[in-house]
């Protein structure tokens, strides 16, 4: 069955430690290509796993990454525990960033972290409140 899950690949996303920040998304690229995933998928799953990773490293308390596969599509889920995004429409604008200084520092804060995830999902969903922020990504194969 097309809505059916298939089989959910789950990571812990720690707050802040950016020596671990992009292993969970590479796991997810190194899975998805083991199932045999057309590369042109996997190049736009491999950026939006990688953003939303960084986006919990960076922005949030910490928090969880999902990878659902269906037959028909692949969804990429990311959850925390807060302090949540103030203004989604704002966040979502090529350029704004609110990361710190020592956090520009490291390379990152280029404000293009949720225009890419939309870019190059099919479907983006946002909710996000004080006490966390959910982004399901839907890419259709
Ligand atoms: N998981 C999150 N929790 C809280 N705020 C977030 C989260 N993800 C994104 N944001 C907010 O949205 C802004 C834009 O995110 P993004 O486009 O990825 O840019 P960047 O990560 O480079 O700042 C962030 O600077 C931050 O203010
Ligand atoms: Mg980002």
Same mark, same amino acid.
């Given at each position: 069955?097309?809505?059916?899950?298939?089989? *959910?690949?789950?990571?812990?996303?720690?707050?802040?430690?950016?020596?671990? @920040?992009?292993?969970?998304? %590479?796991?997810?690229? %190194?899975?998805?290509?083991?199932?045999? =995933?057309?590369?042109? +998928?996997?190049?736009?799953? @491999?950026?939006?796993? $990688? !953003?939303? !990773?960084?986006? +919990?490293? =960076?922005?949030?308390?910490?928090?969880?990454?999902?990878?659902?596969?269906?037959?028909?599509?692949?969804v990429?889920?990311? /959850?925390?525990?807060?302090?949540? =995004? &103030?203004?989604?429409?704002? @966040?979502?604008? /090529?350029? $704004?960033?609110t990361?710190?200084?020592?956090? *520009? &520092?490291?390379?990152? #804060?280029? #404000?293009?972290?949720?225009p890419? +995830?939309?870019?190059? %999902?099919?479907?983006? &969903?946002?909710?996000?409140? %004080?006490?966390?922020?959910?982004?399901?990504?839907?890419?259709?194969l």
């Open positions: 069955m097309a809505d059916s899950l298939l089989k *959910r690949y789950t990571y812990d996303v720690m707050a802040n430690d950016f020596m671990a @920040a992009g292993k969970s998304s %590479s796991a997810i690229k %190194s899975n998805l290509k083991s199932l045999g =995933i057309d590369s042109d +998928i996997l190049r736009r799953i @491999a950026i939006i796993s $990688y !953003e939303a !990773e960084l986006n +919990i490293v =960076i922005h949030s308390f910490g928090g969880k990454l999902h990878c659902d596969i269906y037959e028909n599509k692949i990429i889920i990311s /959850e925390d525990a807060g302090p949540g =995004i &103030e203004d989604v429409d704002l @966040a979502m604008k /090529e350029g $704004y960033s990361a710190s200084d020592s956090v *520009r &520092e490291l390379g990152f #804060g280029a #404000g293009m972290g949720l890419n +995830i939309k870019k190059y %999902s099919d479907h983006l &969903e946002i909710n996000s409140s %004080s006490t966390g922020t959910k982004i399901v990504a839907t890419i259709n």
